[in-house]
Nanobody, 116 residues
Framework: QVQLVESGGGLVQSGGSLRLSCVAS????????MGWYRQAPGKQRELVAL???????NYADSVKGRFTISGDNTKNTVYLQMNSLKPEDTAVYYC??????????WGQGTQVTVSS
């Protein structure tokens, strides 16, 4: 059973920073990518950032220049450094794993709240 455990969410003032971490465990093989999605109340889940096993990254336009994703393949871990946070970044952030060609898993989510 593959599990993703997120940490690092919380409450921060506008302009502040947070760092999210996610550790994947279980029978994981051939990781394609890891990343983060988010879902705000009343909105659809959206991609925030993705990093491939080869190190390529992809970001949502709304977070470019503010968020940085990084991964550690040896530890099946992915991080999201979030700077210059805005109230519109408030959402539940979900860790994402794509492995074994076709398998996709999601974490339970961690709440990020940015106050104005």
């Amino acid at each position: 059973q593959v599990q993703l455990v997120e940490s690092g969410g919380g409450l921060v003032q506008s302009g502040g920073s947070l760092r999210l971490s996610c550790v994947a465990s279980g029978s994981i093989f051939s990781i394609t990518s890891m990343g983060w999605y988010r879902q705000a109340p009343g909105k659809q889940r959206e991609l925030v950032a993705l990093v491939t096993s080869g190190g390529s990254t992809n970001y949502a336009d709304s977070v470019k220049g503010r968020f940085t994703i990084s991964g550690d393949n040896t530890k099946n871990t992915v991080y999201l450094q979030m700077n210059s946070l805005k109230p519109e970044d408030t959402a539940v952030y979900y860790c994402y794993l794509h492995y074994g060609g076709t398998y996709r898993r999601w974490g339970q989510g961690t709440q990020v709240t940015v106050s104005s």
